[in-house]
């Protein structure tokens, strides 16, 4: 059986990127799930741990693909594409680590 993936981006967003740009980022990136096949379960937002160790990152996106084809098929889809162009407007750094999943 192949592994499941896990994809995780953690973004910090620039200082002058309006509200209304990081809405339109967070409404894509929750619409992907539905758009995008091999996606088993896809979480986004700020964080809300107590821990405070976000070390400057104050958004993040997990992904759970079926299986390494999937997260590949994910990445040239024109639905992540239309995020990745509204992300690089908007983001001053991301960072992304994906995992197979236990």
Do not use: C, K, N
Request: glycine share 4%.
């Amino acid at each position: 059986m192949m592994a499941e993936i896990v994809h995780v981006v953690l973004a910090r967003w620039s200082a002058t990127a309006p509200d209304h740009v990081r809405e339109t980022a967070r409404t894509i990136a929750r619409s992907l799930a539905h758009r995008i096949p091999g996606i088993i379960r896809l979480d986004e937002g700020p964080s809300v741990s107590p821990e405070q160790l976000e070390g400057g990152y104050d958004y993040a996106l997990a992904v759970r693909f079926r299986d390494a084809a999937s997260r590949d098929a994910y990445l040239p889809h024109p639905a992540h594409q239309e995020l990745v162009e509204v992300f690089q407007t908007a983001l001053e750094t991301v960072v992304v680590f994906d995992i197979a999943a236990q």
